[in-house]
Each structure stands twice: as structure tokens, then as C-alpha cells.
């Protein structure tokens, strides 16, 4: 028999996504399982329309227990795992349950793209149903643990799949999100102090609500726990967003950055994300040939066939955002004509920006005069 593949979602209130989550199901899985956490629109309507079994669950305040009750209820042999705002995926041809029934994996890695507009990394999101695998955390929740326990136990391996999920909900105004998120954010430092990306998570959120000086301290003890030497792959990852979200909390009270930035790439020196920062640092250094250096190195990059094992980058950074730098650094140095072609191609990356052929336009005649004079 084919392996089932069960979808095991919590739901509250998503009638703006769900039904085009649950579209993207359609033909992929055989089953779709929705703990609903207290909705008062029509989700439940609309999983129930699309043949997902839906029960209700009260809500309290933990996502490990609720996406736990999701699991328990499915039937699969197979778990995925998906939300509301993400879609799934399947290339042309390809059947979950033909490279499902692989004996060597316990677990299956996705290509994953956690924002509009960004690269892709590998995430953990189809496990063997099995009852050592299951949800820790009350937020930011994990079943990683689980997964590598069966791995050591059954010598099973985590293999990569050529299924893709992408994230559409961190688009418009997150300020209800942040709200929601702050008081699990505390909680879940407090469960797990050891956590860099909780804490940096904290520091984010506090920073949206416009709590700085708290935010920056979040912060200092995300930095401090990347300082350490990683535990594994993904603890770089979150160290490198870490650093980042310091060189931002710093740059916005009129602190100099690029110290906490350098030190970040002495730990993480591939870290696309932080050359960006850094570039952007050494110009307000007035290091602008060191800067170019920097951008003429993301520029030469390609984001669509850039797939990091556990970092996504905004693809802005190789075209527009470089460019535009770029241009910045070039006008500093007087290097008029470069700066308008960097400009340019800002504007051919962003042609709904018209600030850019501006600018480009204004070092197209300051080259002119330069030249007359």
C-alpha cells in the first residue's frame, strides 16, 4: 500500500490563507488534521469544505501542546508539517509517497523560503509518525530533538527532498503578531535562556513595539550565547541573526556598528546577510574602497541558485540594496558615471522605485559638469 502522509496543522482564524494552503494539499496528501484553537471566522468552514478533519482545542498559550494534538490525531505514516500561510510545493511528476517509503530516512528535509523575496534553506517538515517525535518549546517549537533521537536509536537518516514550502504571512502589518508573540517570547526565554534565537526573536519584537532599550538588552544576551563555540549547524545560523539584529538596535541609536558586525563574521565569515551590514558599516567609516569590494562580491552572486542548509537572505541585497550602496559609496569617491550605472541598475531591479533613476539622473549631470569644468 502507499504510504499516507497525513497534514497535521493548528488553525485559529486564518480565512484570509487557509483555503489556499489547503488547495496546495490537494492530490499530495492523504490526509489533513486541524486542531482549531478558538477560531471566530469561517476557517473551520473552509478546512471542513476541503475535506480536512477538523476538532476543536483550547488554547493554552503553548504551541508545542497544541501542534502535539494535532499529531496524536493523525493516522499517516508520514507527518507533515505546514501552517496556515505557507504552500506546498510538489514538482511536476513527483509523488510524496514514491520517496516516502525510502527504509534509510526518519525524516525528510523541504526547500523552505520563510519570506516573499527571499533565498531558500532546508527545514525539517516530514517525520515518520512516530511517539518519540513530538513538539518541545511553549514557542519557537521544535520536534528536532525527537527526530535525532531516532535517528541514534534506529539508524535512520535525514535526507533532502526536492518538495518546497514557501511562507506568506509575514507580509503588511505584523504589529498584532508582535503583540501576540511578546508575552510567549518571555515565556519561552524563560523555559530556554539557552536559546539564541529566542532571544533574538525577543529583542525584535521589542524593538517593533518600540521598546529599545529593552530590545537591546534581549539582544546583548543573544549575542552573548553566539559567542559560544555552535552545537550544531543551525545555532551559527541563529547566531548570525543574532549579530545582525545588534547592528541594527545599534545603528538606530546613533551607535557604531561595524565592531559587533566584524565580530560576527570572524565567527560566521560566508554569512551573506552580515558582508551587507558590513558594507554598509564601512561606508559611514568613510571606507568606501573597502565597502565596494564587499558589494562587488554580493552582486556577483546569484540568490536563485543560492540555497544555504539553514539561512535565508533577502535577495535585495544582492541587486538592489548592493547596488544602491554601491552607488553611495561611488558618489563619496567622486566616481560620478560608475555611481550612475550602479543606480541604474537599482532602478532596473526596482522600477517601481523612481528614487533610484533619480539619483542616477543627478550623477549623470555631476559627471557633465565634472567633466566641462
Known sequence: MAVRVSAAM??????????????SLVGCVDEIVIADTGSTDSSRDIARARGARVFDLPWTSDFSAARNAAID????????????????HVPEGVRLSEFLDDPRAAAFTVIFQPLVGFTTYKNWRLWRNDPRVRFQGVFHETMRPGIE???????LAILDSAVKITHVGYEG???????????LL??????????IFCWQHLAETL?????????????????????????????????????????????????DALPIIEEGLRKIPHDRALLFFRARGLITAGRE??????????AAEDPSTLHDRYTAYDVRIFGEFAQDLRGVALLRLARYDEAAEAFEKAAVAAPENLAYRTKAAAMRGRAARAATS
Open 10 to 23: 493548528i488553525v485559529r482564524d486564518e480565512e484570509k490563507v487557509l483555503g489556499d494552503c489547503l488547495d
Open 73 to 88: 490525531a493523525a493516522t499517516g505514516d508520514w507527518i507533515l508539517y505546514i501552517d496556515a500561510d505557507e504552500r506546498l
Open 149 to 155: 533521537a531516532v535517528c541514534r536509536e534506529d539508524g
Open 173 to 183: 502589518d505584523l504589529s498584532h503578531k508582535h503583540r501576540r508573540n511578546l508575552p
Open 186 to 195: 518571555r515565556k519561552a526565554v524563560e523555559e530556554r535562556p539557552w536559546n
Open 207 to 255: 524593538a517593533a513595539l518600540g521598546e529599545t532599550r529593552e530590545a537591546i538588552a534581549a539582544c546583548r544576551k543573544a549575542v552573548a550565547l553566539a559567542r559560544r563555540p555552535p552545537k550544531e549547524m543551525k545555532e551559527q545560523s541563529d547566531g548570525s541573526l543574532a549579530y545582525q539584529a545588534m547592528a541594527r538596535l545599534l545603528s538606530d541609536v546613533g551607535e
Open 289 to 298: 574602497e573597502e565597502a565596494l569590494t564587499v558589494l562587488d562580491r554580493l
